[in-house]
């Protein structure tokens, strides 16, 4: 029986939140006619905003808005809505259309706008199969016309441009479709405009300019202020440089996190039609609330949108060690309303500070939750801190993709690090090497040679002859009144900080500190102030750490100790030894220390990083051996790390880049991955607000996009191993759910997480 013939006079797209009826005067159905021109218009308003000279995407974006719920026109979906029963596709049918007319890259983003963008061959789930089996269907429903289905007139019509796509460029051309079709439908599904802040460089700027010179004033006049005076100086010069690919290379203290976000509001103020937001990418071990709260005060908070890598969904497993996200999207045939959709950030803030972990997979991914975005970052400019900490083996595409944006999409990057790595390929490098070629990349800084040897404030003392116990070195952090311990792991940074709170016994606890990723944000941000302030003050203050230290972390120490890492990493810590050269003013020579000592089981992090650790260890001993040993502004054996390091072709990510090239994106999306292991994100209760927070989370059993943003800073990531282990402290909120809080016994005031409890904590 037909639609007409059980009286369905209305099409509907989306029910009523609250699940009243649609004969109820209160009720909110959205008729399916409305929704897809609503969607039409507003997927080509975004698409004009991402690329406004582009009059053929823009129509493509159109196209795609109108046709994605085609399918919801059949009988199945519109005897499901109503009834909330039963399980029926409706993407498809759009695809079709789209694929007949000859636009396949609308026919992808529609035939995904539920459950991800499909690979194009190869099986079930493929665009190729989908159309295949709904061609009949979608024939069907298209010949019943305008006089029986009124809105579809505008949907059959030919191209009203001859839009012509270059085999290189269709993956990331169809990824900002699909992201503008995605980004509308679900704006107009919660009923929602895009935002309109604007990003204001000339005022941002001025304001940012005035705050770096009250910190200047503030600072002892000394080679580093000058330095850092002469680094912004620079960075606004060269706002003016033509070209969009640039490296901000400055050793650590030099001030590159103000001055790289000067750079980009004076590139915006010169450019105010190019550009729309500035986006900062911090490395995902890394603590980006610092510089999201440093932007915060000088910008105001509403300016400023903190996007984390962690993940709440729920976790299914690809193999023993890799775990990708299993999320609702995934599954278009069930009827979900939109108001029970997790909220996604879609990144229409002036200011983005994300981590890379979540900016690249965004790129690179499939799913709609994590594309939605991907518009936004079109005619941005993309500040890549610690670029350094880019995986390897993904080089090939990552360069690719930045590339692309740069070329294709408006953006500007700059690569900010005090180690810059060799994304430029030697001449006698293989030409299968996928790195940029030698000039790609313009350096912002005159002189960086000049400044390496002005910011050298460290001498790296290199213990390298034996492994050292932990109880050593929790005895020789002891002889230091103030000092700073990096470790390479978070099991590491508790033994250790155990064993020197035994060591410097009762009453001691005030000035000895714990940082790693088993503490919240929240919990980190309160223990950096402190040791701050002990540190101004001059009292005794020992610190170990994990990695997440090392960048963009402003502590000055007069001593630090690393275990054996990543060269860069380890330069990393020397630039928090006297990092504003008091000492070193003092002495009139390097006067900070750094003595990097082999931890007692020489265990690291997997996979990059430990082959980094190796080759560093490799080159520290042939300089040792030759008389010599690597310092913070040996130049040129960093130049020769970075070289070797990228120097094996095979592990550049040349198949992934294949990938791409070949729209497979769904198999694309399950290979990348930034990191080894997905981590799941737990609620903490380290505060009052905090608990209250969880409180409310539990109450209505939802994590609403206001709730995700009051619990930003009290999540703790947890490996899949480790969230087995710690099943005893966690409580889903609502059974299959896959939210997960833990319980307050399990957060311990120094460490953080716990994963188990002891006997004493259970005691009430």
């Not at 060799?422 to 005159?446: C, H, M, N, S, Y």
């Not at 109880?471 to 792991?489: D, F, K, P, Q, Y």
């Not at 020769?640 to 390091?645: E, I, K």
């Amino acid at each position: 029986m037909g639609l007409q013939g059980i009286f369905i006079l209305i099409y509907w797209a989306h029910s009523d939140p609250d699940k009243l009826p649609p004969h109820d005067p209160r009720a909110k159905w959205q008729p399916l006619c409305e929704h897809l021109e609503n969607v039409a218009a507003l997927s080509a308003q975004l698409a004009q905003g991402a690329r406004p000279n582009d009059e053929p995407f823009r129509l493509a974006a159109e196209m795609a808005g109108r046709l994605h719920d085609f399918g919801k026109y059949t009988d199945c979906f519109q005897n499901m809505i109503r009834s909330g029963k039963g399980r029926c596709q409706h993407s498809a049918h759009g695809a079709v259309i789209a694929n007949d007319t000859g636009n396949r890259d609308v026919a992808f983003a529609i035939a995904g706008h539920h459950a991800g963008i499909p690979d194009r061959t190869g099986g079930t789930g493929t665009l190729e199969t989908r159309l295949k089996d709904t061609r009949s269907e979608a024939m069907s429903l298209q010949s019943r016309g305008s006089s029986d289905l009124p809105a579809l007139g505008p949907m059959f019509q030919p191209p009203a441009a001859t839009r012509k796509i270059l085999p290189a460029e269709f993956d990331l051309h169809t990824r900002m479709l699909f992201s503008c079709l995605v980004d509308a439908d679900r704006l107009d599904s919660a009923s929602r405009a895009p935002s309109l802040v604007s990003l204001a460089p000339e005022e941002r700027l001025s304001t940012l300019l005035h705050n770096i010179e009250a910190l200047s004033a503030s600072a002892p006049e000394g080679a580093v202020r000058q330095a850092r005076r002469q680094v912004l100086n620079d960075c606004l010069d060269a706002a003016s440089f033509p070209e969009r690919l640039l490296s901000l290379t400055v050793p650590t203290g030099g001030g590159k996190t103000l001055s790289a976000m000067a750079f980009a509001l004076k590139r915006a103020a010169l450019h105010p039609d190019a550009y729309r937001r500035i986006i900062v990418v911090i490395p995902y071990l890394s603590i980006i609330e610092q510089n999201a709260d440093v932007y915060a005060r000088i910008f105001g908070n509403d300016a400023v949108l903190e996007h984390h890598s962690g993940s709440f969904d729920r976790l299914q497993p690809l193999d023993d060690q890799h775990f990708t996200p299993s999320s609702p999207e995934r599954d278009e045939t069930g009827y979900t309303p939109p108001a029970l959709r997790p909220a996604t950030e879609n990144w229409d803030a002036p200011l983005i500070v994300t981590t890379s972990v979540r900016f690249f997979e965004s790129l690179f991914s499939n799913r709609p939750s994590d594309l939605r975005r991907v518009h936004n970052i079109a005619r941005s400019i993309v500040i890549l801190d610690e670029v350094q900490t880019l995986p390897r083996r993904l080089i090939a595409p990552l360069l690719t993709m930045i590339r692309e944006l740069s070329q294709n999409w408006g953006c500007t990057f700059v690569f900010s690090t005090a180690t810059q790595p060799a994304f430029q390929k030697p001449p006698d490098a293989l030409r299968i090497d996928p790195r940029w070629p030698a000039g790609t990349v313009r350096e912002i800084i005159r002189a960086p040679t000049g400044l390496q040897t002005v910011l050298k404030r460290v001498v790296i003392e290199w213990n390298l002859g034996r492994t050292t116990p932990w109880a050593e070195v929790a005895s020789r952090l002891l002889e230091h009144s103030s000092v700073l311990c990096v470790v390479n792991l978070r099991d590491h940074a508790g033994k250790l900080f155990d064993e020197v709170l035994d060591q410097a016994g009762p009453g001691c606890e005030e000035q000895i500190f714990h940082l790693s990723t088993r503490m919240c944000a929240a919990h980190r941000l309160t223990m950096l102030d402190r040791i701050r302030l002990r540190l101004k003050r001059g009292l005794r203050c020992r610190v170990v750490s994990t990695q997440l230290i090392e960048a963009g972390v402003d502590l000055d120490f007069p001593i630090a100790f690393r275990a054996l890492g990543p060269l860069d990493a380890i330069f990393q810590v020397a630039g928090r030894a006297d990092r504003e050269g008091l000492l070193t003013a003092q002495a009139g020579a390097p006067a900070g220390r750094l003595i990097v000592f082999r931890s007692e089981d020489e265990k690291t992090p997997p996979n990059d990083y430990r082959e980094a650790t190796g080759l560093t260890l490799a080159m520290a001993r042939e300089a040792l051996l030759a008389g010599d040993s690597i310092q913070p502004d040996s130049i040129d054996r960093m130049t020769r790390f970075w070289n070797r390091y990228f120097g094996e072709a095979d592990v550049l990510g040349r198949p992934l880049q294949a990938r791409r090239e070949s729209a497979m994106f769904a198999t694309l999306a399950r290979e990348f991955e930034m990191i080894s292991d997905r981590t799941l994100d737990v609620f903490v209760p380290y505060d009052d607000q905090a608990r209250v927070a969880i409180d409310e989370l539990r109450r209505i059993g939802l994590l609403t996009k206001d709730l995700r943003r009051r619990l930003q800073r009290y999540t703790v990531g947890l490996q899949p191993y480790e969230r087995d282990k710690a099943r005893g402290v966690l409580e889903e909120i609502r059974p299959d759910t896959g939210i997960f809080v833990a319980v307050d016994r399990a957060y311990d005031p120094a460490k953080g997480l716990k994963l188990e409890l002891s006997a004493a904590d259970t005691i009430i």
